[in-house]
């Protein structure tokens, strides 16, 4: 069955009939999507899996789309439908190539980050991360919750095992024992969890809007580090200062990149064939944490 063939099919499921026709698009990693024109509504966007990896999957995404916009006041798509094994969205636009874009961006995602901090580290149920469950337990301790449910945890994943070398496994342990020591003490907020700039889109007016998360309750830099390190856009180049300046960073983030984003190279490592060099990535930053021989 093709994609498209397979999209229309749940799209008839879910009880969306008037559905002329699927395009596939483009883009997405983990799952299959399309643009469904309707006979008697605006056009949707879908997505499902060939196989979903857990029947809360697309739940549990809705509901990170409705904490980013009700808690953070994010620009998201409406959500049209959210089930078992189809997730069906109001339409965004493609974002401008404008700095003007990503400075507007700058002062929203510091709002999200600065009017959402939280005791606690988690979030109130486990989620997503593409095909791989994100683990969410409530963690008092910031680098307790980032070494065991960020880092650690995938280890155990056959194409981590088969990637990393023994010395590689005792080097990210002693990374998360020396957290406290490489990164500094900072409360948790509300982050989207997988803040690439594919994942950033715009509504009809020009704002920033956001699609795919993984939420959780941790440090804001999670969705930092996950900018910063995936290829930004020319465009974007101001944004990082003036989030910096908006939250008051230290002149030193830039140097704790890497290590915060070794969570997003260990889940890009578990789950595809083509790492996109995440192997040698992960190996560079652990280097000094190897065992001398």
């Given amino acids: 069955m093709s994609p498209t063939t397979l999209l229309a099919e749940r799209l008839l499921r879910a009880g969306i009939r008037d559905v002329v026709s699927v395009e596939p698009v483009s883009g997405g990693l983990a799952a299959i999507a399309g643009l469904a024109v309707r006979e008697d509504a605006p056009p949707v ?65 510091a709002h999200l980050h600065s009017s959402t901090v939280h005791p606690r580290f988690g979030w109130h149920r486990d989620n997503w991360l593409g095909r791989r469950r994100q683990s969410n337990t409530w963690t008092a301790d910031g680098f307790v919750f980032f070494a065991e449910h960020r880092l650690l945890r995938w280890l155990s994943e056959p194409r981590v095992e088969a990637a990393l070398t023994p010395a590689d496994r005792v080097a990210l342990e002693r990374l998360c024992h020396r957290l406290p020591e490489l990164l500094p003490q900072r409360p948790a907020c509300l982050t989207h969890g997988d803040l690439w700039s594919q994942n950033v889109l715009a509504t009809a007016d020009g704002r920033a809007a956001l699609i795919d998360p993984a939420v959780s309750y941790t440090w804001p830099e999670v969705d930092l580090a996950h900018l910063w390190t995936t290829a930004p856009p020319p465009e974007s180049h101001r944004f990082f200062d003036l989030y910096a300046d908006l939250t008051g960073l230290d002149t030193d983030w830039r140097a704790r990149m890497p290590i915060i984003q070794l969570r997003q190279h260990l889940a890009v490592l578990a789950q595809f064939d083509d790492d996109w060099g995440a192997a040698e990535t992960i190996r560079a930053t652990l280097s000094p944490f190897r065992p001398a021989t």
Avoid at 51 to 78: I, K, N
Avoid at 81 to 92: D, F, G, I, Q, T
């Fill in 45 to 109: 966007f879908v997505k499902t899996f060939d196989e979903a990896p857990g029947a809360d999957a697309f739940v549990a995404e809705a509901d990170g789309l409705a904490a980013l916009r009700d808690l953070g006041g994010v620009a998201t798509p409406e959500v049209v439908v959210a089930n078992h094994e189809l997730l069906v969205l109001s339409l965004l636009h493609p974002r401008p190539h404008e700095e003007a874009f990503w400075e507007r961006f700058a002062h929203t995602l």
